[in-house]
C-alpha cells in the first residue's frame, strides 16, 4: 500500500520518489526522475519534470509546471499558475532538450511565490522570501525580501509568518507572530523566536 495519495486521474510515472503523506490531485503528472518530499501537496493541473527536487511540506496550487532545473527547499509555497522557465534562449527551431541545457533556478526553504508571478531561470529566491503576486523575478532575491512589479523590485521585507516588516534602527518585531529581526548591510536575519 503506498503511503502518498494521487487522485485516480492524476499520472504518476514508474521511478518517481514521493514521501509519506504527499497528496497528488486531478489531472496533474509527475515525471519519471522527478523527487517529492514528504506531505506535500500538488493541486489540480500540477506538471513536475524529470530531474525536479522537491522538498517536504511543500505547496504547490493548481496550474503549475515545475520544469527541468527547478529545486524546491522544504515549505515552499507556489501560487496559482506561477510560472517557472528554466531556459535561457529557447527557440522552436533549435530545441533544448538535454540535461545541460537547462539552467537552474532554486527556491530556498521557506519562500513564497504569489499567483500568476513569473520566475525567470538562473535565479535563486531566498530562504522566506516573499514574491507577490504577478510579479516577474529577473534576477537573485535576498532572503526574506518582498518581491513586487515587473520587472520585480524589492519592497521591504516579509517575516517567516508573512506578515510585512518594518524596520527601526535595523530591527524589527513582527506585530504577528512577535519574531525579532536585524538588518546588517542589506541582509535581514531573526534575532530571536517569541517564546
Known amino acids: 500500500m503506498s503511503e502518498h495519495f494521487a487522485h485516480e486521474s492524476a499520472y504518476v510515472d514508474e521511478g518517481v520518489r514521493i514521501g509519506k503523506g504527499t497528496k497528488i490531485w486531478h489531472f496533474s503528472h509527475v515525471s519519471g526522475t522527478a523527487e517529492i ?20 511540506h511543500v505547496k504547490i496550487q493548481n496550474n503549475v509546471s515545475v520544469y527541468e532545473g527547478v529545486v524546491l527547499e522544504d515549505y515552499v509555497f ?31 526553504h521557506g519562500a513564497s511565490i504569489g499567483a500568476n508571478a513569473t520566475i525567470v ?7 522566506w522570501a516573499f514574491v507577490a503576486a504577478g ?3 529577473t534576477k537573485d532575491v535576498p532572503a526574506y525580501a ?13 517575516c ?3 506578515v510585512r516588516l518594518q524596520f527601526e534602527a535595523e530591527r524589527a518585531l513582527c506585530s504577528s507572530c512577535g519574531r525579532r529581526y536585524r538588518k546588517q548591510d542589506e541582509r535581514v536575519a531573526l534575532e530571536e523566536a517569541n517564546q
Not at 533549435?94 to 527556491?107: A, G, I, Q, S
Not at 531561470?121 to 530562504?127: D, K, L, N, Q, R
Open 78 to 108: 507556489c501560487g496559482p499558475s506561477c510560472v517557472f522557465t528554466n531556459v535561457r534562449t529557447p527557440r522552436s527551431a533549435f530545441p533544448r532538450n538535454r540535461p545541460e541545457d537547462y539552467t537552474t533556478t532554486v527556491v530556498k
Open 160 to 162: 517567516q509568518c508573512g
Open 121 to 127: 531561470c538562473g535565479t535563486t529566491i531566498g530562504a
Open 37 to 56: 518530499g514528504e506531505k506535500c501537496s500538488l493541486g489540480q493541473n500540477v506538471f513536475v519534470a524529470d530531474r525536479v527536487k522537491i522538498g517536504n
Open 135 to 137: 510579479a516577474v523575478v
Open 146 to 158: 518582498l518581491m513586487a512589479g515587473v520587472p520585480a523590485r524589492q519592497i521591504g521585507w516579509a
